[in-house]
């Protein structure tokens, strides 16, 4: 059974990557810690709190995060995830407490208390890895890796971003705190960044008897896939984007779900246009030596994925 902390900032997919890593067997949730991004960290973390509360796992203790990226103002979502932040699906509010300290401090406690075992699967910008980084260096080699979704690297036909409509190349958790990834990156933690590349697909999709089957279960998460899919769909998007983070999750459930490529990437801290791009070094008689070296989602098999997903929705 793997260790992780889920760094999170929930979010529509955020919220079903918690429900997927709590009820996998191959995981041990150790605690969620949130972030600002989708939402302030406020929002996040009430949501965190509302899905533990709905699968009746408040057992695992959720620390509030960096309520602002490393060095600059956070930017607006253009991707609404709703006004509850969970496609409307409007959970009841949480009455279980947060964890005493901030997340950077809880991340910090795991880890140490934990070393060389737990991985950071995280679904948001970066900014309390960046932190617990700064704040206490040792732990970098007392983490096993980390899981991200994050960047974009135009690796297959389904590569595309997800910024603002002014920074054509971004990944949306890159682009809210492009330092915060630099810092992560360069780190020299182990780091498989899932990319929207292999985090999204607009060919395979779940189906209307995937549909069905949620509609038919008795269990709320799956009643609350079946309502934020439904709420994506409703705003022109597909199924897809109900899920995306789940692919982290997914990944640290069964490695072999996504092939990945070692690359030297850099991540753009000044460019307006290209802010919090991730760029990839794929030149065939030079490397960066700069830029550090990560492993990089390639190709997904996205059908065994969304498979697994429904399986634990279910469960
Ligand atoms: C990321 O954008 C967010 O809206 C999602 O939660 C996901 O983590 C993908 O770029
Ligand atoms: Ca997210």
Redesign the pocket.
């Known amino acids: 059974v793997k260790k992780i902390i889920l760094d ?7 919220s079903m990557a918690i429900v997927m890593a709590c009820k996998s067997a191959a995981l041990k949730v150790m605690a969620i810690t949130t972030v600002n ?2 939402y302030p960290v406020d929002i996040t973390s009430r949501n965190a709190l509302k899905t533990l509360e709905m699968i009746n796992r408040t057992d695992i203790p959720v620390g509030r995060g960096m309520s602002q990226p490393m060095v600059r103002r956070s930017p607006k ?1 253009p ?1 609404t ?1 709703g006004r509850d932040g969970q496609g409307e699906n409007n959970l009841p509010e949480p009455s279980t407490p947060l964890w005493g300290r901030n997340a950077v401090d809880l991340m910090i406690k795991m880890v140490k208390e934990n070393p060389g075992e737990i991985y950071i699967v995280c ?2 910008p970066m900014s309390n890895l960046a932190m617990a980084f700064q704040q206490e260096p040792g732990i970098k080699e007392k983490i096993a890796g980390i899981y991200a ?1 994050s960047g ?1 690297f135009g690796l297959n036909k389904f590569a595309f ?3 603002t409509g002014d920074t054509p190349q971004s ?3 890159v682009y809210v705190d492009p330092e915060a990834a630099d810092i992560v990156y360069r780190s020299g933690v182990s780091l498989v960044a899932l990319g ?1 590349d292999v ?1 999204t697909h607009f060919d395979v999709n779940l189906t209307e008897k995937d549909m069905e089957r949620l509609q038919q279960s008795t269990r709320p998460e799956a009643g609350f896939l079946k309502k934020a899919i439904q709420f994506v769909n409703g705003r022109g998007f597909e199924a897809y984007c109900a899920v ?2 789940c692919m982290a999750v997914a990944y640290a459930i069964d490695p072999t779900l996504v092939q990945t490529i070692r690359g030297h990437v850099g991540i753009e801290t000044h460019s307006n246009l290209t802010l919090g791009m991730t760029v990839l070094d794929r030149r065939h008689h030079h490397v960066w030596v700069d830029l550090p070296i990560v492993n990089i989602g390639a190709k997904a098999d996205y059908e065994r994925f969304l498979a697994m997903l429904m399986d634990l929705v279910l469960a």
């Open positions: 999170c900032d929930p979010g529509i997919d955020d991004g989708n979502d991707f995830h679904t948001g979704i974009a971003t997800n910024a990944e949306w958790n929207l985090a995306i983070d």
